[in-house]
């Protein structure tokens, strides 16, 4: 923000942190609904297999959904790690530096839930193990 004489506008701490949250969590929102693509493309052909009784073809859409959403949260983690301050600087564009140092810390604590939703991904029911 800018003061009337055009001057970047001092953020106080706590509204520094809630804007870094907000800036991170739009990216974490399109990684969530990235997962959650790939889990209903795995619900139609799991669907699909049980409806033609065929388990081993819906066990094994299921391991491979599993195994591609863990091996690309992975990625993702590690990229965020290498990478993070890139995906900040996108999304954020000419917020302060303390927005995006704040940004940038959460962002990289929050990567690191993506393998726990790659896994829980499509498991809402109440008897599901995560």
Same mark, same amino acid.
Not at 54 to 69: C, D, F, H, P, V
Not at 111 to 117: D, K, L
């Given at each position: 923000? %800018?003061?009337a004489d055009g001057?970047?506008?001092h953020?106080?701490a706590e509204?520094?942190?809630?804007?870094g949250v907000?800036l991170?969590?739009s990216f974490n929102?399109?990684i969530i609904?990235f997962?959650a693509a790939?889990?209903l493309? *795995? *619900?139609v052909?799991?669907a699909?297999?049980? &409806?033609?009784r065929?388990?081993? %073809?819906? +066990? &094994?859409? *299921? +391991?491979? $959904?599993? &195994? @591609?959403?863990m091996?690309? $949260?992975?990625? !993702?983690?590690?990229?965020?790690e290498?990478w993070g301050? !890139?995906i900040?600087?996108l999304?954020?564009? =000419?917020?302060e530096?303390?927005?995006?140092? @704040?940004a !940038? /810390?959460? !962002?990289?604590?929050?990567?690191? /839930?993506?393998? &726990?939703?790659a896994r829980?991904?499509?498991? =809402? *029911?109440?008897? /599901?193990?995560?």
């Open positions: 923000m %800018r003061d001057r970047p506008e953020i106080p509204l520094a942190g809630q804007r907000g991170a969590d929102i399109i609904s997962f790939i889990d493309g *795995t *619900t052909v799991v699909f297999s049980l &409806a033609k065929n388990g081993k %073809r819906a +066990r &094994a859409a *299921t +391991r491979q $959904s599993l &195994a @591609l959403m091996v690309l $949260s992975l990625v !993702l983690v590690f990229a965020i290498q301050h !890139l900040i600087d999304i954020a564009g =000419g917020a530096p303390k927005v995006k140092e @704040l !940038l /810390s959460y !962002l990289k604590v929050s990567a690191w /839930s993506y393998p &726990a939703a829980c991904a499509g498991q =809402g *029911t109440p008897k /599901s193990r995560c």
